[in-house]
């Protein structure tokens, strides 16, 4: 149980590298850019996907209490996740004008606080897809009163049907179309994954099935970035299923022996759950720093470079965030017996993630 699965940890790196990839074309939307940023949409589709895979996974075949569970993961997602929310709401009362939208009120704020779904998204507004994980994680939680071959039926009803129930009622609340997108069925992907993944039967998967689950996945992304119309069904049909099949390629690669050897994507792997909730800081600093400069009046080169240099300083501040601020505040946490121990394939850094 202890042991890395590498092919999540390089995918959880992989999809936060997407986020902030796709984000540079929000935040330096005024920066012209030769590649296209769309396909980054999907990371989050790839978190949820993940999210629901290590879950899965790391507790059949060994007992777990629903209390224990959603303790420790309210405690690897919501410190690092405060932190960042607090200092986003006194940058917001500093500096307004930075922000591309949002506001600040008491309501607002304790709600983002807490990622309870609401009228608007968190004031860290990256925090959307947390919300999500956290209702996530406690359906899970549910399904661990059962014993283990029926964990994974219980999440199929409890998920499909209150997708169905949003589907068939179509409400207009924003709080009641959260709790029942048809993002939950990303998690639900990602969990029967999950689940296979522990049987010997997966082992005998061939290199050639990867292959075309590779293939498959990249495609159905590729063609969701054409054909994408809007967040519900659409998404999850061509991105969801996309990032599932890209999962299970990794997953039968590893498997196989045949995957490859990255030290930067598994150091990415560790370090994505800060990567994700930092990067918004560093590309807003980036259109602010470049309005003054007046960047956008130069070249299409000027353009690239600044674009580059803003992934660049994103990737290294979220890397010097996981190792100066989130790695000793778990260990922290640890060490005073607030958190359960943890390895990397254990409690991913959000996975959560996330655009």
């Not at 004008?97 to 008491?106: H, Q, V």
């Not at 999500?132 to 399904?143: D, K």
């Not at 996309?242 to 196989?256: S, T, W």
């Not at 790695?327 to 996975?351: F, M, S």
Request: net charge positive.
């Amino acid at each position: 149980m202890g042991k890395t699965i590498i092919s999540v940890q390089y995918l959880r790196g992989i999809a936060a590298l997407m986020v902030v990839y796709f984000h540079t074309k929000v935040y330096l939307a005024g920066y012209a850019w030769g590649v296209p940023r769309n396909f980054g949409y999907s990371g989050v589709d790839l978190f949820f996907c993940i999210s629901g895979f290590i879950m899965m996974h790391t507790t059949l075949g060994r007992p777990v209490q629903p209390a224990s569970f959603l303790r420790n993961r309210l405690l690897r997602v919501y410190p690092l996740y405060w932190l960042l929310t607090l200092s986003s709401l006194a940058l917001y009362v500093i500096a307004p004008s930075a922000f591309i939208d949002g506001s600040a009120s008491l309501g607002h704020a304790i709600l983002s606080l807490l990622l309870i779904a609401h009228f608007d998204a968190p004031v860290l507004r990256i925090g959307w897809t947390l919300v999500y994980e956290i209702f996530f994680y406690a359906h899970f939680a549910l399904t661990l009163w059962a014993t283990p071959h029926r964990r994974l039926p219980l999440l199929c009803a409890l998920i499909i049907g209150l997708v169905a129930l949003g589907a068939l009622c179509a409400p207009e609340s924003p709080v009641l179309q959260t709790y029942t997108h048809p993002f939950l069925l990303e998690f639900l992907a990602g969990a029967a994954i999950g689940a296979a993944f522990r049987s010997e039967r997966f082992t005998q998967l061939p290199s050639g099935l990867a292959i075309l689950c590779l293939l498959a996945g990249v495609g159905l992304i590729a063609l969701g970035m054409e054909r994408r119309g809007g967040d519900g069904f659409s998404r999850v049909l061509w991105f969801g299923s996309g990032a599932a099949l890209i999962l299970l390629a990794g997953l039968v690669f590893e498997r196989r022996g045949r995957l490859f050897a990255s030290r930067w994507l598994h150091d990415m792997g560790d370090a994505s759950y800060s990567l994700y909730l930092t990067h918004p800081f560093v590309l807003t600093g980036f259109r602010q720093i470049g309005r003054r400069l007046g960047v956008a009046d130069g070249t299409a080169l000027v353009h690239g470079l600044w674009v580059l240099a803003a992934i660049s300083t994103a990737i290294v501040t979220g890397w010097l965030t996981y190792r100066l601020v989130e790695q000793p505040l778990q260990r922290a946490l640890r060490e005073r017996g607030w958190n359960g121990r943890e390895t990397v394939d254990r409690l991913p850094a959000n996975a959560a993630a996330q655009t």
